[in-house]
């Protein structure tokens, strides 16, 4: 079991340029999480799914948007990356018990 | 609006002593409260949780405690050692709600 996954670990990007974070996770887990995490921050919910097909808003979601084709994937989209964007980001996904399980992160800056 | 709050960004502890977390949240509904640790480029991961059902919960080395009454849990580790050191960041959800919110976090640094 990989667990969950994440690509790229790092990325710099120009304001302005999309792009898209991966994730995937081969527990079988109907829950799934996007956080962004800025330094001397919690964990900010950007977007969550309970189950393919099904997306919905969290806490911080202006300037991404999310897909959930299957079980497994939960891809994260920046359409028109900005500083304030700069973070580190991270997938997570759940039975719908309360323990969530993390991936390694993406470091995503904005120049 | 935080609703998890830790207040303490960063916690030193001598190795063998005991490290003590400290968490408050505002939101009465919350009913299940996790704590996740998390070292440098890495993902949190679950330490330990408690249901409000309970007061102290231990797993080994970590035992956390929750009242009520006040908001407030701690979680303390005894006794520390230097694989310790790590970002521990509070969680909290309520019944039927699978989402999680967290707090800033504390660094704890293990001192040999």
């Known amino acids: 079991n990989a667990g969950v996954t994440q690509t790229p670990k790092f990325r710099i990007l120009k304001i302005g340029q999309s792009m898209t974070l991966q994730c995937a996770q081969d527990?079988?887990?109907?829950?799934m999480y996007w956080y962004r995490q800025d330094p001397g921050m919690g964990l900010k919910l950007i977007y969550y799914?309970?189950?393919?097909?099904?997306?919905d808003k969290g806490e911080v979601p202006n300037g991404y948007n999310v897909s959930r084709s299957t079980t497994e994937d939960f891809p994260l989209r920046l359409e028109l990356a900005a500083p304030s964007q700069t973070s580190v980001y991270f997938c997570?996904?759940?039975?719908?018990?309360?323990?969530?399980?993390f991936g390694p992160g993406t470091r995503l800056t904005v120049l | 609006d935080q609703q998890v709050k830790q207040n303490s960004p960063s916690l030193s502890v001598q190795e063998g002593r005991i490290s003590i977390l400290n968490c408050d949240y505002t939101n009465s509904m919350f009913d299940y409260f996790l704590w996740y640790k998390k070292y440098p480029a890495e993902g949190p991961t679950f330490l330990i949780s408690i249901s409000s059902i309970k007061d102290k919960n231990e797993d080994g080395r970590f035992t956390v405690f929750l009242n009520k009454s006040a908001k407030h849990l701690s979680l303390h580790i005894v006794p520390s050692q230097p694989g310790d050191s790590a970002v521990y960041f509070c969680a909290a959800t309520g019944y039927g709600d699978y989402k999680l919110s967290f707090g800033a976090g504390t660094t704890v640094t293990v001192r040999a």
């Open positions: 527990m079988n887990h109907n829950y």
């Open positions: 997570a996904s759940g039975a719908g018990s309360n323990e969530q399980f």
């Open positions: 799914s309970v189950g393919a097909g099904i997306t």
